[in-house]
């Protein structure tokens, strides 16, 4: 722990299942090839509950959670080429260092540079920037935005434009990339494409815009919470389904309705069953099938081999195959330019303080996204 730290207020998960504690901590200097970070603004994603739940198998405690984000850069450590004092930026929790094996296969945006110590909760040198009562606090996928400065590597910040307001675009730092990219980079929906999207909380409706966006011709919308049937019919959806409204299952409704199954679908839930609602109801001969969702430790797909045999393609996605420094402050300038909104999507916003609230409304279906303004 070196004397040079600073303290900072964060939400600190001590345990599994337990709310969030805010609490103020020791942030230590940003190390060679590190970046110290203020964090502006920063969502709340599915995937955080995920990890606090105790469902995900990486999870560490106690951690500071968090990667949505959105912040300004404080102070760079050595060696920082990139990035200087003041520049705005979006934590990766997918990095992108431009030299592994990975980023010049030029074929993924999973860059594995970090990737091992970042699982463990842990910076590239395999210590810690946090700390409480001289006790380690681990990261959170490389980010952990639910701390007001935070530290991460150089190679996992994006530099954006800063005209674009953090406090929205913060959302492209996950959601909203993840739900546009799977549908443009990952399937690669094209006009008149017919697409299936399951679940419609941040990811699901981001995946509307980007199936709008393709010009897909018809755009089906499925969740068992029918609150959030107005907003995908906004962004472009053209049927909304509840799979609860029907005594068969929900391939079949989709398959019947399509005349053999659609072209792709996206499964935005983290729901191992509706996984295979989702490959099955595509088209035989060539319909694909992107996961999005997280599914808990130990849960598998399943589905008869005859559906791969038959020409339907399950593939999966992590933040939509974006390649987060040289792709992501794109997007902010798309955004920027007017092509797609982000307010609509923010049903709420609070202080760090009330962050065990977002968890709540998340469980309850009563939000789309929560911002946390620091
Ligand atoms: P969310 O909780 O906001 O939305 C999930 C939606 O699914 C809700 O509207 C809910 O009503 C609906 N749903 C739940 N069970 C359903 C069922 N059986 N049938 C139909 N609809 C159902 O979550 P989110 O933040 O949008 O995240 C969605 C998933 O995507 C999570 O698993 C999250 O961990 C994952 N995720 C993955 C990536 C990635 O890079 N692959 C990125 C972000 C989030
Ligand atoms: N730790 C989990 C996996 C979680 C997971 O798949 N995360 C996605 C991002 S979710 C963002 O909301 C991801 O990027 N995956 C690729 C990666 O390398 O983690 C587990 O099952 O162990
Ligand atoms: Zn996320
Ligand atoms: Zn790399």
């Known amino acids: ?31 060679k090839g590190e970046v110290l970070v203020r964090i502006v603004a920063t969502g709340v994603c599915h995937t955080d509950a995920f990890t606090l739940s105790g469902d995900d198998p990486e999870g560490v405690f106690p951690a500071i959670l968090g990667h949505e984000g959105g912040g300004i850069v404080e102070q760079v450590g050595e060696g920082v080429t990139g990035l200087e004092l003041g520049d705005h930026v979006i934590p990766l929790y997918t990095p992108e260092c431009g030299e592994c094996k990975f980023c010049l296969s030029g074929k ?43 530290v991460l590597p150089e190679i996992s910040l994006a530099k954006v434009n800063k005209e674009a307001p953090l406090e929205e675009v913060c959302l492209l730092g996950c959601g909203v990339t993840t739900g546009m990219g799977a549908v443009m980079n990952t399937a690669k929906v094209e006009e008149g494409a017919t697409v299936a999207i399951f679940g419609l909380g941040g990811i699901g409706l981001s995946a509307v815009i980007g199936a709008t966006m393709a010009k897909a011709s018809r755009i089906i919308a499925i969740d068992i919470n029918e609150s959030k049937f107005d907003l995908a019919k906004k962004l472009g959806a053209t049927d909304c389904i509840n799979p609860k409204d029907y005594d068969k299952p929900i391939q079949e409704v989709i398959v019947e309705l399509t005349e053999g199954g659609v072209d792709y679908s996206f499964e935005c839930i983290g729901n191992v069953d509706v996984m295979r609602s989702a ?12 996961i999005i969702g997280v599914a808990g430790a130990g849960q598998e797909i399943s589905t008869r081999p005859f559906q ?65 303004h620091y």
């Not at 006790?135 to 935070?150: C, N, R, V, W």
């Not at 798309?334 to 469980?363: C, P, Q, S, V, W």
């Open 279 to 290: 490959l099955e109801c595509c088209h035989k001969g060539w319909g694909e099938s992107i």
């Open 108 to 150: 993924t945006n999973l860059c594995q540079k970090i990737r091992e110590t970042q699982g463990k909760g842990l910076m590239p040198d395999g210590t810690t920037r946090f700390y409480k009562d001289g006790k380690p606090i681990y990261h959170y996928m490389g980010t952990s935005t639910f701390s007001e400065y935070t």
């Open 1 to 31: 722990m070196s004397q040079d730290y600073i303290k900072s207020k964060a939400a600190i998960a001590w345990e599994a299942g337990k709310p969030l504690s805010i609490e103020e901590v020791d942030v230590m200097p940003p190390q």
């Open 308 to 372: 791969l045999v038959t020409g339907r393609v399950w593939k999966g996605t992590a933040f939509g195959g974006v390649k987060g420094r040289s792709e992501l402050p794109d997007y902010v300038e798309r955004y920027m330019n007017g092509e797609f909104k982000l307010n609509d999507f923010i049903t709420h916003t609070m202080k760090l303080e009330e962050i065990n609230e977002a968890f709540e409304l998340m469980h309850e279906g009563k939000s789309i996204r929560s911002v946390i």
